[in-house]
């Protein structure tokens, strides 16, 4: 199998469209995040759904070029893929339908509020507001010059990039290692 390209960059219509199902969404954000083949078998227990409804989620958004089969694993009877590069990044505005931008932004908030809620019931359950490890959901307002929001918007994105390599380096399984999402938006008022 060829190297993995650095960023896989989403604009094409149809790749968002693909996309828009939660179940292919889910399975293309876990390809991503673990960066290593996986059978239907295995991306199927995050969706809830069938290992053959998998296989063809899989088959969809391989057609439009968001993942790609991997090598044979040690059961060659069950097909391995993985994500095509380490980090992915999906222009919303590429998609003209607003209907389906509204659809595409739920889809892709949707596991977000699941991982937000359901960090606040394990807290509320354990008794405890959080550790300093985790942040539920953080949110501020800056007044800012462009040129300060364009600084600020790249010294986050290297933070960002720096602890994916991190990521990236990290081999197998750890005691220690808990997979984690952020996502983070900068968004001006008009």
């Not at 993985?82 to 209907?99: C, M, N, Q, R, T």
Request: no cysteine.
């Amino acid at each position: 199998m060829t190297d993995k390209a650095e960023t896989l960059v989403i604009r094409d219509v149809a790749q968002l469209r693909v996309l828009s199902s939660s179940v292919r969404f889910i399975a293309f954000e876990e390809l991503f995040a673990l960066q290593r083949p996986m059978t239907p078998t295995q991306l199927a227990v995050f969706t809830r759904v069938s290992p053959s409804s998998m296989s063809y989620h899989l088959r969809e958004l391989e057609r439009v070029g968001l993942v790609r089969r991997a090598e044979p694993g040690p059961d060659a009877r069950e097909r391995r893929w993985e994500a095509p590069a380490h980090v992915y990044d999906i222009v919303l505005s590429a998609f003209d339908d607003p209907a389906g931008r509204v659809a595409l932004v739920d889809t892709y908030l949707s596991p977000l509020r699941s991982r937000v809620l359901g960090t606040l019931e394990r807290r509320a359950e354990e008794g405890r507001a959080g550790d300093d490890t985790e942040m539920a959901l953080g949110m501020g307002r800056l007044r800012l010059t462009r040129d300060e929001q364009r600084a600020l918007r790249a010294e986050v994105a290297a933070v960002w990039q720096r602890f994916e390599q991190v990521s990236r380096e990290h081999e197998g399984p750890g005691t220690d290692l808990r997979t984690v999402h952020y996502v983070w938006s900068l968004l001006g008022d008009p």
